[in-house]
T-cell receptor, first 118, second 116 residues
Framework: DTGVSQDPRHKITKRGQNVTFRCDPI?????LYWYRQTLGQGPEFLTY????????KSRLLSDRFSAERPKGSFSTLEIQRTEQGDSAMYLC????????????????FGPGTRLLVL | AQSVAQPEDQVNVAEGNPLTVKCTYS??????LFWYVQYPNRGLQFLLK??????LVKGSYGFEAEFNKSQTSFHLKKPSALVSDSALYFC??????????????FGSGTRLLVRP
């Protein structure tokens, strides 16, 4: 059973450049989440997909950020015109569809992509 | 608004002693509560969750947590700490009534240091 995978694990870029991160969720998990974690803080929610539909976006997700999940499987997170304040760990998580009985609400996280903007 | 507080930035404990990492929460409805652990340069690893039922939940690696509704707390515990338990621990909450929102709200984390 493979877990959530993210690529790349590390990214160094110069201010103003665009970057794109990829997340592959656990197989058959239809929900996918993006979080951002800055140094010394807990993860903060960015956005959430159910299959290919983006159902919720945080106010943290400025116009420079865009996320897609075109076929309901992997997802990409793009940051345009990066700023030094974008430096953080970007975490992806997935969870299975709700079933009968107690809802399956556990989110399983990938290893993250650490972004450094110079 | 939903929130989570982890009042201790760091907890120090000797190996073999019991440990407690504190968490309090605020939600408008009933909570779903979680503990995750993060090792250096790694993602978050799920430890345990409270959804409903028994207030004492058991999780991975000998950890357990006690849900206390009146005190709005969900403290993480382990009877006997190991040096390998040293890591960053995060408490998280989701409001069960907000069925359309699946986002987790995380605390700021507590660093656990277990000395030999």
């Amino acid at each position: 059973d493979t877990g959530v995978s993210q690529d790349p694990r590390h990214k160094i870029t110069k201010r103003g450049q665009n970057v794109t991160f990829r997340c592959d969720p656990i197989s058959e998990h239809n929900r996918l989440y993006w979080y951002r974690q800055t140094l010394g803080q807990g993860p903060e929610f960015l956005t959430y997909f159910q299959n290919e539909a983006q159902l919720e976006k945080s106010r943290l997700l400025s116009d420079r950020f865009s996320a897609e999940r075109p076929k309901g499987s992997f997802s990409t997170l793009e940051i345009q015109r990066t700023e030094q304040g974008d430096s953080a760990m970007y975490l992806c998580a997935s969870s299975p569809q709700k079933e009968r009985g107690p809802p399956l609400v556990t989110q399983y996280f990938g290893p993250g992509t650490r972004l450094l903007v110079l | 608004a939903q929130s989570v507080a982890q009042p201790e930035d760091q907890v120090n404990v000797a190996e073999g002693n019991p440990l407690t990492v504190k968490c309090t929460y605020s939600v408008s409805g009933n909570p779903y509560l979680f503990w995750y652990v993060q090792y250096p340069n790694r993602g978050l690893q799920f430890l345990l969750k409270y959804i409903t039922g028994d207030n004492l939940v058991k999780g991975s690696y000998g950890f357990e947590a006690e849900f206390n509704k009146s005190q709005t707390s969900f403290h993480l515990k382990k009877p006997s700490a190991l040096v390998s338990d040293s890591a960053l621990y995060f408490c998280a909450v989701r409001d069960a009534w907000m069925d359309s929102s699946y986002k987790l709200i995380f605390g700021s984390g507590t660093r656990l240091l277990v000395r030999p």
